[in-house]
Structures are given as structure tokens and as C-alpha cells.
């Protein structure tokens, strides 16, 4: 089993900026991927970021592509989702997932662990 706890999120102005965490505990060697997915109301959930446990691949959906940013501290068993020049579209609840294959295919592998979600409001 992973565990998987996100923290961060909360309400900011349109052009500003957030950092969520989120924190891995449990079978850590699962965690070959680590992604952040977020939902808007009314919206199917849509993969934001993702990046590899043991690399440095990532993935960046278009949407976010130069604003956001995911990375790692394995030392600490986190990983963060840095968001920047937030947009209201941006609002939704972020969730943190783990699972296995290669980061390329982000959007397409399954995600066995997920985290309970934060909320992000980008107001305008």
C-alpha cells in the first residue's frame, strides 16, 4: 500500500501563486510515477503533472505548460506541484496519484493510489 496526503491548496487571486505538497508514505517503491490530477465541478478529472520517482522525466499537460511545475524530494517523500500565474480556470480539487509506467505515457497508465485531494479557488 502507498499513502498518499496532499496539503497547499487554498484561495488566491488570479496571477498568483500556490505550492501543493503531497506526502508518500507505506511501499514507497511502488511509486514508480507520481502525478498530480485535478477536478473542476462539473468536469471530468483532467492529469496536470507528472514525474518519475527514481527520474527526472516529467510531463506537463499543455494547460499548465510554463506555469506549473512538479518535482520531488525523495529525502523527504514529497512531491510538490508548484503553480504559478494561477488563471480562475485553474480552480478545481488537486489530487495526487502513484502508479506504474513509463512518465511519457502519463495520461494513459493506471494510477492504483490516490490522495483525498485539496482544494485550489483562483478568484478573479
Known amino acids: 500500500q502507498v499513502q498518499l496526503v496532499e496539503s497547499g491548496g487554498g484561495l488566491v487571486q488570479a496571477g498568483g501563486s500556490l505550492r501543493l505538497s503531497c506526502a508518500v508514505s507505506?511501499?514507497?517503491?511502488?511509486?514508480?510515477?507520481m502525478a498530480w490530477f485535478r477536478q473542476a465541478a462539473g468536469k471530468e478529472r483532467e492529469i496536470v503533472a507528472a514525474?518519475?520517482?527514481?527520474?527526472?522525466?516529467?510531463y506537463h499537460a499543455d494547460a499548465v505548460k510554463g506555469r506549473f511545475t512538479t518535482s520531488r524530494d525523495n529525502a523527504k517523500n514529497t512531491v510538490y506541484l508548484q503553480m504559478n500565474s494561477l488563471k480562475p480556470e485553474d480552480t478545481a480539487i488537486y489530487y495526487c496519484a502513484s502508479g506504474t509506467g513509463p512518465v511519457f505515457l502519463a495520461p494513459r497508465i493506471k494510477y492504483d493510489y490516490w490522495g483525498q485531494g485539496t482544494q485550489v479557488t483562483v478568484s478573479s
Open positions: 507505506g511501499r514507497t517503491f511502488r511509486a514508480q510515477v
Open positions: 514525474l518519475g520517482w527514481k527520474s527526472d522525466s516529467t
